[in-house]
């Protein structure tokens, strides 16, 4: 997606977000040092400023990034990228918050919409603002889907597992290994 379309999706979504007192809406910035975002970057900051519940962080540790995700209700990511592994979305399900993301790149096959957390359309700062205002009218639902991604979590994305399903892999390719181009099932010419 082009910069300025990124820039206005994110101007259009400022818009349209209507903060009510006294909820609390934390930013990290995730933002890259090119030149054109860091232009949306003070847009934001000034945005932010105008808000009393609107905390803009910054950049942050993983430490302090994994303890707001253990505290919040959901943890945002409406990316503007093809993402090829959502790791904040893996993060959040790991702390059992439910991760509300853009329904592109690996988050659509990372999230269950409606059952460990939340997806909404590309582009559409509208609809990214109506899933907001479900999780501040139906912090119980949140709640739940919260509960049901640290079990996705367990299940897809413990450490644990990932080992030991590596390991099955490597056995399985030491196992039965393929010959190289040329070769025959012996391994000789």
Request: aromatic residues 8%.
């Amino acid at each position: 997606m082009p910069k300025t379309m990124k820039a206005a999706v994110v101007r259009e979504f400022c818009k349209q977000l209507v903060i009510e007192e006294p909820a609390l809406v934390r930013l990290i910035q995730a933002f890259t040092k090119e030149a054109g975002v860091r232009n949306l970057e003070r847009e934001i900051a000034n945005w932010a400023a105008t808000r009393p519940s609107v905390e803009l962080l910054g950049y942050i540790s993983g430490e302090r990034c994994a303890e707001l995700y253990a505290q919040a209700r959901a943890v945002l990511i409406p990316s503007v990228w093809e993402e090829p592994f959502g790791l904040v979305a893996v993060e959040a399900m790991a702390a059992g918050t439910p991760p509300v993301a853009t329904a592109r790149g690996s988050f659509t096959e990372l999230i269950t919409d409606g059952v460990d957390g939340v997806l909404f359309p590309p582009d559409d700062p509208a609809a990214f603002a109506s899933v907001i205002a479900d999780i501040d009218a139906r912090p119980e639902l949140y709640e739940a889907y919260g509960n049901r991604a640290r079990e996705t979590y367990e299940q897809r994305f413990n450490p644990e597992h990932s080992l030991k399903h590596l390991l099955e892999i490597y056995n399985f390719a030491i196992a039965n290994p393929v010959p190289a181009s040329g070769q025959g099932s012996n391994g000789k010419p």
